[in-house]
């Protein structure tokens, strides 16, 4: 008879450890389960912000063309189905060295005359000579900052971006690079080239 307590004992013993330990684990997944939701809405916030400042930043860049297509196409030489890069001097040097080893991969698939390059340096002898250095593999056009929109990013930065000027001399695909995201670079080069190359 004792024996048979101390069975059911033990039995009702590990029966309620393994209750109130199956019940910490679901507390446990219970609180990963909130904080993912927490760390969802965080980031849904956070992209909901991104793409309202992005609508801003696109509306900024087809306005200025679509205002001044006439004196971009005498800038740009006319060029149709090209991808063009506009970015500034003084922005993320680093940024703008990641954009350019993207860019010259690109090329590689492209050809050279499928890319024009538009930055915006001082108009001045340094500013050429350091143009001549940097950009010396690939076709540019130095053009100042008025005259062709770099938009401002949340109003304190201005910020770089790819565009296609298509087969009608139009404007679309413009894409804003983030750094150290070449793998989202790539995936954007991968849907230009299918617009800019005569396959």
């Given at each position: 008879m004792s024996l048979k307590i101390n069975t059911t004992n033990i039995l009702l013993c590990a029966s309620t450890v393994a209750f109130?330990?199956?019940?910490v684990w679901k507390s446990i997944e219970l609180e990963k389960s909130r904080e993912?939701?927490?760390?969802?809405r965080a980031e849904l916030m956070i992209s909901e912000k991104i793409l309202i400042e992005n609508s801003k930043l696109y509306s900024s860049i087809y306005s200025d063309?679509?205002?001044?297509?006439a004196s971009l196409r005498e800038t740009t030489g006319n060029k149709t189905s090209v991808l063009i890069y506009r970015y500034a001097k003084y922005m993320c040097e680093s940024c703008i060295l990641e954009d350019l080893q993207e860019i010259e991969l690109f090329q590689e698939e492209t050809g050279k005359e499928k890319i024009l390059l538009l930055p915006a340096?001082?108009?001045?002898?340094?500013?050429?000579?350091e143009l001549?250095?940097?950009?010396?593999?690939?076709?540019?056009?130095?053009?100042?900052?008025d005259s062709f929109v770099i938009p401002l990013y949340e109003g304190d930065y201005i910020q770089r971006y790819f565009a296609v000027i298509d087969k009608?001399?139009?404007?679309t695909m413009v894409f804003f690079p983030r750094r150290g995201d070449?793998?989202?670079t790539r995936?954007?080069?991968s849907e230009v080239k299918k617009m800019i190359v005569d396959l």
């Open positions: 109130l330990l199956f019940s993912k939701i927490r760390m969802l063309f679509i205002n001044n297509k340096y001082p108009d001045n002898r340094m500013g050429m000579i001549s250095n940097v950009l010396a593999k690939h076709n540019f056009v130095n053009i100042p900052l009608e001399g139009n404007l070449t793998a989202l995936l954007y080069f």
